[in-house]
């Protein structure tokens, strides 16, 4: 009999922990999850209450486009689901803000409830946030209890610019709109990513470059007495070749939404006339750089002077060189979008 009591005994002090245990009234989220498509408040879709949603620029341009808003429907899950009381209040904040802080958060982000204490909300997001982040906070009126949804802000590039330090564009008939960089220098690109609310955070470039594919006339250089240029093993050669070879110019990674083009040669040419003098015996010379395409670094661009045809080879080079310009393309990888820097180097 003494041992059936002590059994009752020890059911019914199971039961009444279990019981005890029972009444406690807790708010859980079940996964994080990125909300990646725009939400409306017209959206009958509910998310299990997560620890973190973020939103981006092209939702919410979006949504202003069609009128509507940038919004997700929320619930909290209340454990145990047959608890006497599962209301809970939801709030908006600033994560980690100072007291100094005055921009009110619900200009940014708003939470609404579907009915008092409801455990159903709609999030939406007004506008960029982007100093802290927002906290959606829900609480039990039943205990206290509480648990937390973050907030984020993704901003996408849609557009980019680029500029070059100290440098203003030139425009002209052969070669369009681009920088005349400096030779032998080193010329500072930035990079200007943008979108409809000026905010873009995140970002990862990728930096291709386009030299055109021509071929020109190089040769070994020297100059002679009376300042003529001379070439020898005069030859065609791709212009391609001479950048893979660094004889161009190269290009430095990104760092902190810029990078560097580091300029070695030029390609310039003098005037097409050709001086004739005649010595005390008669002998007549031909000189002066105006004869062929020279360049003052000796990178080797030209005809030779008297032996070859030094008009023809000339002219080709001029030809050419009036229209040609250097590409360097600029792509946010994020977001896709690029622009393409033009530019020529200068004596």
Excluded at 151 to 162: D, N, Q, W, Y
Excluded at 186 to 197: D, K, L, M, Q
Excluded at 253 to 273: D, H, L, P, R
Aim: hydrophobic share 30%; charged share 20%.
């Amino acid at each position: 009999m003494t041992n059936d009591k002590s059994k009752l005994t020890f059911i019914l002090s199971r039961i009444a922990i279990l019981l005890a245990l029972s009444v406690i009234i807790l708010v859980c989220f079940l996964c994080m999850v990125e909300i990646d498509k725009n939400r409306t408040q017209n959206d009958v879709q509910t998310y299990a209450m997560p620890e973190r949603i973020t939103f981006t620029s092209e939702q919410l341009n979006a949504s202003a486009r069609s009128g509507e808003t940038t919004s997700v429907r929320v619930r909290a899950n209340v454990e145990p689901y047959n608890a006497t009381n599962t209301k809970v209040d939801f709030a908006a904040s600033w994560k980690n803000a100072p007291s100094s802080y005055t921009e009110n958060v619900s200009e940014y982000v708003t939470v609404r409830q579907e009915s008092d204490g409801s455990q159903t909300a709609t999030i939406t997001c007004i506008k960029p946030f982007t100093q802290y982040n927002v906290v959606i906070t829900v609480t039990t009126r039943d205990g206290g209890y509480t648990a937390e949804c973050l907030c984020t802000f993704s901003g996408k590039a849609t557009e980019l610019s680029l500029s070059v330090d100290g440098k203003q564009t030139t425009t002209d008939n052969d070669r369009g709109t681009y920088y005349l960089l400096d030779s032998k220098s080193t010329a500072t690109v930035r990079i200007h990513p943008t979108n409809v609310y000026d905010y873009v955070p995140n970002t990862n470039y990728s930096i291709s470059v386009n030299v055109p594919d021509v071929s020109l006339w190089f040769g070994d250089c020297d100059y002679g007495e009376y300042g003529e240029t001379y070439f020898s093993a005069v030859r065609l050669e791709k212009l391609r070749d001479k950048y893979a070879a660094g004889k161009l110019f190269t290009v430095g990674s990104v760092s902190n939404g810029a990078f560097t083009i580091t300029t070695n040669k030029s390609m310039e040419y003098g005037a097409e006339t050709v001086e004739t003098t005649t010595d005390e015996y008669g002998s007549t010379y031909r000189h002066g750089k105006g004869a062929c395409v020279y360049d003052p670094y000796d990178m080797g661009l030209g005809s030779t002077n008297y032996v070859e045809d030094i008009h023809g080879k000339n002219d080709y080079n001029v030809g050419i060189i009036d229209k040609l310009c250097y590409e360097i393309t600029v792509t946010e990888r994020i977001s896709g979008v690029s622009e393409t820097l033009r530019f020529w180097v200068s004596i």
